[in-house]
Every structure is written in C-alpha cells, then in structure tokens.
C-alpha cells in the first residue's frame, strides 16, 4: 500500500491583499456568476442554441469565471499573512535589498519576497520563495554572501543588504 501526500504550497500575501482578493472573489461568487446566469437565461428563451451567438459567448464567460474563482479560492487557502518577525533574515513578506558580486553601481536592487499575486499591490519586482534568487537568500542576513545556479545554468553570487517587512 504506497501513501500518497498531497503537497501544497503556502503563498504569502499581506493581510490587506488577501483582504482585497477576498472581497473580489465574493464580487465573483456573486454579482458577476449572477450576472451570467440572467445573460444565459436570456440567451436560452431566444430559442435556438445551435446559432446562438449570445448563448455561446455567456457559456464561455461562465467557463472563465468559474476557472478565476477556483484559482483564487485554491490561493486564498494556501495564504500566509501573518507578518514576519523583524531580523533582518529573508523571508517571505521583506522587501530585500541586494547586489550582485562584482557589481560596481552603488545602486541597490530590491525586490518582494512574497507571492507573485502580490505584484498588483507592490510597485517593484516581486518574486516567489520558490524563485532560485528566492530560495538561494531564504534565511540569510543582511551582510552575507550567497551563490546560487540561476535559470541559465550560470552561478551567481549576491551579497544581501537589507530584509526588510513589507509596509503595504
């Protein structure tokens, strides 16, 4: 007998996000799947549904938003929002300042350690703790060196400057 486990992973979302996704999937849930069904309704006392135009097109707006709702329900189960503790370690819900090795622009970069869903609510980059920068810096402090393998093959050495909480 083999077990099976399912593997879910936890998003992080800051608490006014989730709050704001939540709100919009009600609005989904209930105004726009409401709004559908009076169109397909609508559509269906015309008679014919073979060359319904209107019903076709309602049908496959209900297939869309059916599709959005179950994405952001299955997001909204797997959110994290509480805030992470203020350490200075990387973790998801900082904004973390770093440089490249051998980069001699005294300009920091900075991205969102968080879910991509964040993007909407941050101006910068945002990336995922599943990312290889994400994964390679969870953890570390400000003032440590890390290499990781990027996307390309090639190895890449940052120095992290700051991880600091999201204030959004």
């Known amino acids: ?13 800051a608490k006014s996000a989730y709050d704001q996704l939540a709100a919009q999937l009600e609005d989904m849930k209930g105004p726009q799947r409401q709004k559908i069904v009076a169109e397909i309704s609508a559509a269906r006392d015309e008679g014919d549904l073979k060359e319904n135009g209107g ?6 707006a209900q297939g869309r938003l059916e599709g ?4 952001l329900e299955a997001l909204l189960r797997t959110a994290e929002t509480t805030e992470p503790a203020d350490d200075g370690v990387v973790a998801a819900g900082k904004v973390i300042a770093y440089k490249y090795d ?7 970069e900075t991205f969102l350690l968080a ?6 609510f941050y101006d910068g980059d945002v990336f995922s703790p599943q990312a290889p920068i994400g994964q390679a810096l969870l953890g570390h402090k400000a003032g440590e060196t890390v290499e990781f393998t990027g996307p390309t093959g090639k190895t890449i050495k940052v120095h992290v400057l700051s991880a600091d909480l999201f204030k959004g």
């Not at 959005?68 to 994405?71: L, S």
């Not at 980069?103 to 920091?108: H, I, R, S």
């Not at 879910?115 to 909407?120: A, D, F, L, R």
Request: aromatic share 6%.
């Open 102 to 108: 051998g980069d001699d622009d005294d300009e920091a």
């Open 1 to 13: 007998m083999t077990q099976q486990t399912e593997t879910t992973s936890t998003v992080w979302l």
């Open 68 to 71: 959005e709702i179950q994405a």
């Open 115 to 120: 879910s991509i869903e964040m993007k909407s």
């Open 55 to 60: 019903y076709h097109a309602a049908r496959e």
